[in-house]
Structures are given as C-alpha cells and as structure tokens.
C-alpha cells in the first residue's frame, strides 16, 4: 500500500476506471453474444435487431478506447457477414 498521497489518488482512480472498462467490456461481449446466438439459431429478424443494437455499443467502446478501431471494424464485418449470408437464403 503506497504512503505518498498521490499514489493512493491513483490507485483510487485506477480502481474507478478498472470498474467502468469492466462494465463497458461486459456489456460489449453480451451485445456481441446476443448477435452470434441469433444468427446461430437463424433467427433473421432478432439478429438483426440485436445487430442494431449491437453496433453503437462497439463505437462506444471505440471512442472510450476499450477496443481498438480496426478491431471494431473487424467484429462488425465478420458480424455483418454473418448476418448477410443469414438473410441469403431466405431471400432466394
């Protein structure tokens, strides 16, 4: 345990953010999660809606430097893909 008054600030402003990033992490997989069980039960119309849902919390997680960018941009993609292919067959 520190003694200089700073250290002890820090490590209360560290314990601060360690709990919001765990929450935003959390609520970004669920997100994520609720999007990968739809399309996995082929359930079009709820992967898309979670989809929706799903996409501003990853830009949230962007901006608040949970995730990086591209990483972003690679979770919707292969999402969006998935998704896409989804809504083929129903379509043909």
């Given at each position: 345990?520190?003694i200089?008054?700073?250290?002890?600030?820090?490590?209360?402003?560290?314990?601060?953010?360690t709990?919001s990033?765990?929450?935003?992490?959390?609520?970004?997989?669920?997100?994520?999660?609720?999007?990968?069980?739809?399309?996995?039960?082929?359930?079009?119309?709820?992967?898309?809606?979670?989809?929706?849902?799903?996409?501003?919390?990853?830009?949230?997680?962007?901006?608040?430097?949970?995730?990086?960018?591209?990483?972003?941009?690679?979770?919707?993609?292969?999402?969006?893909?998935?998704?896409?292919?989804?809504?083929?067959?129903?379509?043909?």
């Amino acid at each position: 345990m520190p003694i200089i008054t700073s250290s002890i600030k820090d490590l209360r402003r560290t314990a601060r953010r360690t709990e919001s990033n765990r929450a935003a992490k959390g609520k970004l997989r669920s997100s994520l999660k609720r999007v990968r069980v739809a399309v996995a039960e082929n359930q079009g119309q709820a992967a898309t809606q979670a989809m929706a849902d799903a996409t501003p919390i990853i830009d949230r997680a962007v901006s608040k430097r949970i995730l990086h960018k591209n990483a972003a941009a690679r979770q919707k993609s292969r999402l969006m893909r998935q998704l896409n292919r989804l809504a083929k067959p129903a379509a043909s």
